[in-house]
C-alpha cells in the first residue's frame, strides 16, 4: 500500500499547485485519462489470461513464453487477485493524473497554434506525419506477431495520435521529451516502492511507452483545440453557432472535435494568414505590454489567445491617435478607426468576390483599401485579427472607446469630477465590457455581443460591474501619472480640484509640473485615489461575476494595481510613476490564485512578507559590510 501514499501525496501536491491553472480542457483530460489509464491494469490482466490460454492450446512451455515475452508477462502478475489489480487501477489513475498536471505546467505558458506552420516544406511534413505514423503501424503488427498485445495497442495508439498532429509533436519534441521523462521516472519510482509487482508493466522502458501516450494523447487534444480555436469555420462556418463549441465540458465541444477529427485537413491546407497574423499581434504587444501578458498568462490558452487579440487592436489604435506624427494624422486615423469598426459591425449589401481571402476573415470588408490607409502590415494585421472576433464584441462598447479618443484628440479640459470619471469609463470601462464579451464567449457562456432585448445570455449587470472595474483601475492609472503626463502634454486632473486655473496650463501647456508644488500634485492624486476607492466595491462585485475559471487571475491583476494606491499614499514625496515593488506582486498574485484572500491569511502572509524584507535587509547588508571590509 505504500506507493498508494507515494502516488497520492505527489498527485496532490501537483493538483494543488497546478490548480489555478487548470481549465476545462485540462479536467476533461483528468476525467478522460483518468478513466482509461484506470481499465489499464484489467485490461493487462484480461490480455494475460488469454495468453495463458493460449500457450495450453499450442502447448507451449510457460517459460519460452515468459523468455518470449519477459516484460510483459511473469508468473507472479499471472497470479494476482482482484484486490492487486484494484490497487494497480488506482496508481494508473494517479500516474496519469501526476502527467497531465506536469504537462500543463511545462506547455501551457505559450500558444500551441504558434507551433503549427502551414508554410513548412509538404514534403518534410508529409514524411513526418504520414511517414513516421505508418513506420509506428507497422511496429505494432510486429509486435503483436511476437505476442506482445500490450505493446502492440501502445504503438498504434501512438501511430494514430502520430497520424493527427506528428509535425506538432516534432516542433515541441524538448518539452514532451522533458514530461515523459519526469512521468516515466516518478512511475517507476512509485512501482518499485510498492511490496509486489505492482503494476503489469514495472520496466522503465514500458513506464515510458504508458507515458508517452498520455503526454502525445493530451498534446494532440492541445493541437485539435488550437485549431477548433483558431479556425472554427472548419467545423461550423456559421458564426452564430460556434459559441455553442466553447466549452471543452460540453457535449458540443467534443462533437466538434469529432468533426474536426474526421475532415483533418494537413497543415499546408490551413491559412497561414491567421496565424502570422496572432503572431505579429503577439509581436506587437512587446515589452511594453509586459504587465498585460503577465496577467493574461494566468488565463486559459483559448482565452489568452483572443484577448491579446483584442488588447494588440486596443493599443495599436491607441498609438494610431495619439502619438501620429501629426494632429491631423490623428485626426485621419481616427476617421479610418470609426471607418473600420462600422464596415465590420455594420456590413454592407456589397460583398468582396475576392475569393482567395481567408475564411475566418470577414469577406465584406476591402482589405485592399485598408492596407492603403494603415501606417504598416503590422497595423494592418492587427485589424484583421479584429476582424475574426468582431463577431462576439459589442458594437455600442467599441463606440463609446472611440469617442474616448476623440475627447484625448480635442483636448479640452477635465472640468468636474464627473467628467473624469465619464472619462475612466469610456477610455477603460468600455475596454472592460469588451474583455467581459471575449471571457464569456470563450468559456462556454454564450456571445455577449449582441445588445438586442433577445439575447438571453447577455447580462447587463455584470457588463456593468466590468465597466466599473476599468473604470477603477484606469483612476488609478491617472493618478499615478499625474506628472508623466504633464510632462507629455496631458492633464486629466479635474480643474475642480485646482486651487488656481493656472496650475492646468502649467501642467497641459508649459508641461513644468515642477513649478507646482509636491504636495499639491499628491493631493490631487489622492482625490483620485479616494474616487477609486469608492469604485472599487461595484469594481469587485464584477470581478464576482466573471466564471470561476477567470476570476483569481483577474482579481491577482486588479488587487496588484489597486496596491499602488497605499504605495502612493506612503510614499513622502510623489514619485514620477510610482511601482508596486516586484515582490510585493508576487505575493499578492499568490495570495489571489490560490484563493487565500480571508482577513487572517491576509495578516499572515502580510507579516510574513515584512520577515522576508527585513531578512534580506538585513542580509544586504550584511554582504555590503563583509565587502567594504575587503576593500579595505
Avoid at 516542433?171 to 509487482?197: E, G
Avoid at 469577406?363 to 463577431?391: C, K, M, S, T
Avoid at 510614499?571 to 489571489?592: E, N, S, T, Y
Amino acid at each position: 500500500m505504500s506507493h498508494i501514499y507515494y502516488a497520492s501525496a505527489a498527485s496532490l501536491m501537483l493538483f494543488s499547485v497546478y490548480r489555478p491553472f487548470i481549465t476545462k480542457l485540462d479536467t476533461a483530460k483528468y476525467i478522460l485519462f483518468g478513466s482509461i489509464s484506470f481499465l489499464v491494469p484489467f485490461i493487462i490482466n484480461y490480455n494475460k489470461s488469454i495468453m495463458a490460454t493460449e500457450t495450453t492450446d499450442y502447448t507451449y512451455n510457460i517459460s519460452s513464453i515468459h523468455s518470449t515475452n519477459a516484460d510483459f508477462t511473469s508468473n507472479a502478475t499471472l497470479n494476482r487477485d482482484n484486490n492487486n489489480v484494484l490497487l494497480d487501477a488506482t496508481v494508473y489513475s494517479l500516474i496519469s493524473s501526476v502527467t497531465i498536471s506536469v504537462a500543463g505546467l511545462f506547455t501551457r505558458w505559450q500558444f500551441p497554434i504558434t507551433y503549427i506552420k502551414p508554410k513548412a516544406n509538404v514534403y518534410i511534413t508529409g514524411l513526418t506525419r504520414h511517414g513516421l505514423s505508418i513506420l509506428f503501424g507497422l511496429l505494432a503488427i510486429l509486435s503483436q506477431a511476437s505476442f506482445n498485445y500490450i505493446l502492440s495497442f501502445l504503438l498504434t495508439v501512438i501511430a494514430a495520435l502520430w497520424y493527427i498532429a506528428g509535425p506538432y509533436f516534432v516542433r515541441r519534441w524538448k518539452v514532451i521529451f522533458a514530461i515523459c521523462t519526469i512521468a516515466s521516472t516518478f512511475a517507476c519510482v512509485i512501482c518499485y516502492t510498492a511490496s509486489y509487482q505492482a503494476a503489469a508493466m514495472t520496466s522503465y522502458t514500458h513506464w515510458s511507452l504508458f507515458s508517452t501516450v498520455l503526454v502525445l494523447a493530451g498534446s494532440s487534444l492541445d493541437y485539435l483545440d488550437a485549431i477548433l480555436n483558431t479556425f472554427p469555420y472548419l467545423v461550423n462556418a456559421n458564426k452564430s453557432q460556434q459559441a455553442m463549441f466553447q466549452n471543452a465540458m460540453s457535449v458540443s465541444y467534443w462533437v466538434a472535435m469529432l468533426r474536426l477529427v474526421s475532415r483533418m485537413p494537413s497543415e499546408s491546407e490551413l491559412d497561414a494568414l491567421t496565424i502570422e497574423d496572432i503572431e505579429t499581434a503577439i509581436r506587437v504587444l512587446g515589452p511594453a505590454s509586459r504587465s498585460w501578458k503577465t496577467m493574461a498568462a494566468l488565463f486559459p490558452v483559448n482565452l489568452r489567445q483572443d484577448l491579446c487579440l483584442l488588447y494588440a487592436f486596443f493599443r495599436t489604435a491607441d498609438d494610431l491617435v495619439d502619438d501620429a506624427p501629426t494632429p491631423e494624422q490623428c485626426e485621419k486615423n481616427l476617421v479610418t478607426i470609426r471607418k473600420f469598426l462600422r464596415d465590420v459591425f455594420l456590413p454592407s449589401d456589397t460583398i468582396s468576390k475576392d475569393q482567395n481571402q481567408s475564411s475566418s476573415l470577414p469577406l465584406h470588408i476591402d482589405w485592399d483599401q485598408y492596407a492603403a490607409l494603415l501606417p504598416n502590415e503590422d497595423v494592418l494585421a492587427v485589424f484583421r485579427n479584429f476582424g475574426r472576433i468582431a463577431h462576439y464584441l459589442c458594437p455600442r462598447a467599441m463606440s463609446e472607446l472611440t469617442d474616448a479618443w476623440e475627447l484625448d484628440l480635442r483636448g479640452e479640459p477635465v472640468k468636474k469630477q464627473k467628467d473624469l470619471l465619464n472619462y475612466a469609463a469610456l477610455i477603460s470601462g468600455t475596454f472592460g465590457e469588451l474583455c467581459t464579451c471575449v471571457i464569456m464567449y470563450k468559456t462556454g457562456h454564450g456571445n455577449w455581443g449582441y445588445t438586442c432585448d433577445t439575447n438571453k445570455a447577455r447580462n447587463d449587470d455584470v457588463l456593468s460591474r466590468a465597466r466599473s472595474t476599468g473604470q477603477c483601475l484606469q483612476l488609478i492609472n491617472i493618478a499615478r501619472d499625474v506628472i508623466a503626463d504633464s510632462l507629455v502634454g496631458r492633464c486629466y486632473v479635474p480643474i475642480q480640484y485646482m486651487p488656481y486655473p493656472q496650475i492646468y496650463h502649467i501642467l497641459k501647456i508649459a508641461r513644468d509640473p515642477s513649478q507646482v508644488a509636491e504636495n499639491t500634485l499628491k493631493s490631487f492624486s489622492l482625490r483620485i485615489l479616494n474616487l477609486a476607492d469608492q469604485v472599487s466595491d461595484k469594481a469587485q462585485k464584477g470581478i464576482d461575476g466573471l466564471p470561476s475559471e477567470v476570476q483569481d487571475s483577474i482579481r491577482a491583476a486588479f488587487e496588484i494595481y489597486m496596491a499602488i494606491g497605499p504605495t502612493l499614499r506612503n510614499d513622502p514625496g510623489f514619485p514620477l510613476r510610482a511601482k508596486v515593488p516586484k515582490r510585493q506582486q508576487q505575493w499578492i498574485a499568490l495570495r489571489c490564485i490560490y484563493g487565500f484572500r480571508g482577513p487572517v491569511t491576509r495578516a499572515i502572509m502580510s507579516t510574513f512578507y515584512e520577515v522576508v524584507s527585513l531578512y534580506i535587509g538585513a542580509f544586504a547588508r550584511l554582504s555590503n559590510s563583509r565587502t567594504g571590509t575587503k576593500t579595505h
